[in-house]
């Protein structure tokens, strides 16, 4: 007659460290998620601020939006603009800037066509404050005392503000 033992075919340690195994498993692959997420959403938060700075430094350096300098007779010094001097009268296009049409952006202080939407206070947003001279005429005499520190009225703070679209 044949010596037939039985046996158990799955010990409760086996049991248990394959529940363990899981576990460790779930925990990295969790991990892991929350980690592509983060960088996700730190890529989205870059590229919004480089957009951002990218326009801001486009609108103090543009010359459709530059104020020209006049000598202290009125007369316009010819072949000299201000840069990072902005004239309130003169427009500039939301492409202009470099910003994409699928993006929302507001400016505050001057007129940008297409960028004067509504940023909600909850939206994931960028802000760039600069600080710019907004004249439609600025005499020399006047640019040397505000650069001096005396009492300018033309220095202003412009905030570009853009954040995804819908």
Known sequence: MLNAKKGQIFSLDFLLSLMLIIVIIGILLNSLELKSYAVK???????????????????????EL????EDESGNKIDGFTLLNCINP??????????IPENFKCNISGINVQK????????????????KVFIADKLTKKEF????QGNICNYEKEIVVTLAYGD
């Open 89 to 98: 009268n003169k427009t500039i296009t939301k492409e202009a800037l470099g």
């Open 144 to 147: 040397y005392g505000c650069m």
């Open 115 to 130: 960028c004067n939407d509504n940023i909600a206070a909850d939206e994931e947003k960028i802000s760039i404050k600069r």
């Open 66 to 69: 530059a104020c020209e300098l």
């Open 41 to 63: 959403q730190n890529f989205q938060k870059q590229y919004l601020y480089n957009l951002a700075y990218t326009a801001s430094q486009r609108l103090v350096s543009s010359y």
